[in-house]
């Protein structure tokens, strides 16, 4: 799976890593009773892994790094808790972003820069999995505050995806930041949007007039364009989540920025149109490819 807009000449691509099956309990708020279409067979949403790919002057961003390879059998007692009596065999799987880098003709040793939005299992997998640098010339960046504050109560892969980040700091490629604002490319930078994770970043791409944003896991459902009711259940403040997401989205429908997320159906792009209330409309439509 590979979607690509153009953002003032930066190429900006969508990739899959591969699929997550949550329960509805991991979206407070959202009645799956008024959507059972969003529900699969096995009694649990499918959203996809994504990590997105900033092709720009000079420098080759990855933005996420996916879960890596590795398939996270669902746990038991998850199961149990959402009453899945015939739960999917992984909660999250992984392992489809090499080949997809290779279909955008992009090689791990051609990516310069890997920001991380934020450490959830499911953005840091391919960083150095087993100990390896996965993509040999590239720094890694991350907020300061969530590579320095061990998880409490680690999520299953988690710990595995930091022994990753772990290999980084000891090769001396890890980069931490704590400003608001950093630059990661000429035309790209990164900005603190905290509330999923205290270190959350979203990305930003601009040039020549035309704007993108990458909102990592500040949105995790399209219908939380609407409704403010709809939280995630890894947030680690929903409250300050809801503010920032907020602001964010009121903030990208003035702008009529693309806006690309992680877990996104489809990963497609999108735009935030109001002719008829708020909606989110496809970015592609209306952008160079
Ligand atoms: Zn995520």
């Given at each position: 799976?590979?979607?690509?807009?153009?953002?003032?000449?930066?190429?900006?691509?969508?990739l899959?890593?591969?699929?997550?099956?949550?329960?509805?309990?991991?979206?407070?708020?959202?009645?799956?009773?008024?959507?059972?279409?969003?529900?699969?067979?096995?009694?649990?949403?499918?959203?996809?892994?994504?990590?997105?790919?900033?092709?720009?002057?000079g420098?080759?961003?990855?933005?996420?790094?996916?879960?890596?390879?590795?398939?996270?059998?669902?746990?038991?007692?998850?199961?149990?808790?959402?009453?899945?009596?015939?739960?999917?065999?992984?909660?999250?799987?992984?392992?489809?972003l090499?080949?997809?880098l290779?279909?955008?003709?992009?090689?791990?040793?051609?990516?310069?820069t890997?920001?991380?939005?934020?450490?959830?299992?499911?953005?840091?997998?391919?960083?150095?999995p087993?100990?390896?640098?996965?993509?040999?010339?590239?720094?890694?960046?991350?907020?300061?505050?969530?590579?320095?504050?061990?998880?409490?109560?680690?999520?299953?892969?988690?710990?595995?995806?930091?022994?990753?980040?772990?290999?980084?700091?000891?090769?001396?490629?890890?980069?931490?930041?704590?400003?608001a604002?950093?630059?990661?490319?000429?035309?790209?930078?990164?900005?603190?949007?905290?509330?999923?994770?205290?270190?959350?970043?979203?990305v930003?791409?601009?040039?020549?007039?035309?704007?993108?944003?990458?909102?990592?896991?500040?949105?995790?459902?399209?219908?939380?364009?609407?409704?403010?009711?709809?939280?995630?259940?890894?947030?680690?403040?929903p409250?300050?989540?809801?503010?920032?997401?907020?602001?964010?989205l009121?903030?990208?429908?003035?702008?009529?920025?693309?806006?690309?997320?992680?877990?996104?159906?489809?990963?497609?792009?999108?735009?935030?149109?109001?002719?008829?209330?708020?909606?989110?409309t496809?970015?592609?439509?209306?952008?160079?490819?």
């Open positions: 799976m590979s979607t690509v807009i153009d953002v003032g000449g930066i190429k900006v691509s969508a899959n890593d591969g699929e997550v099956h949550l329960p509805p309990m991991y979206y407070p708020g959202l009645d799956f009773g008024a959507h059972p279409e969003l529900l699969a067979v096995d009694g649990t949403y499918h959203i996809p892994v994504g990590c997105f790919l900033i092709e720009a002057a420098r080759t961003v990855l933005v996420d790094a996916g879960l890596g390879p590795s398939s996270i059998p669902f746990p038991g007692d998850i199961a149990a808790a959402a009453g899945l009596t015939d739960p999917p065999e992984s909660i999250a799987a992984g392992g489809l090499p080949g997809a290779a279909a955008a003709g992009v090689a791990p040793a051609d990516i310069t890997v920001f991380l939005t934020h450490l959830h299992a499911d953005h840091i997998g391919w960083v150095a087993h100990g390896v640098l996965f993509f040999p010339n590239a720094v890694v960046i991350c907020s300061a505050v969530e590579w320095q504050t061990p998880p409490v109560a680690p999520a299953p892969g988690e710990l595995e995806g930091r022994r990753g980040l772990a290999a980084a700091e000891a090769a001396g490629v890890l980069r931490v930041i704590d400003a604002t950093v630059e990661l490319a000429p035309g790209v930078s990164a900005h603190h949007s905290p509330g999923h994770t205290p270190g959350h970043y979203v930003r791409v601009s040039s020549r007039g035309q704007t993108a944003y990458l909102l990592g896991d500040v949105v995790h459902h399209p219908l939380q364009l609407n409704d403010k009711g709809i939280s995630f259940l890894s947030e680690t403040d409250e300050h989540a809801l503010r920032t997401r907020a602001e964010l009121t903030a990208l429908q003035e702008r009529n920025a693309a806006v690309g997320m992680t877990h996104f159906p489809g990963l497609d792009f999108q735009r935030i149109t109001t002719a008829n209330g708020r909606e989110w496809s970015a592609r439509a209306s952008s160079r490819e």
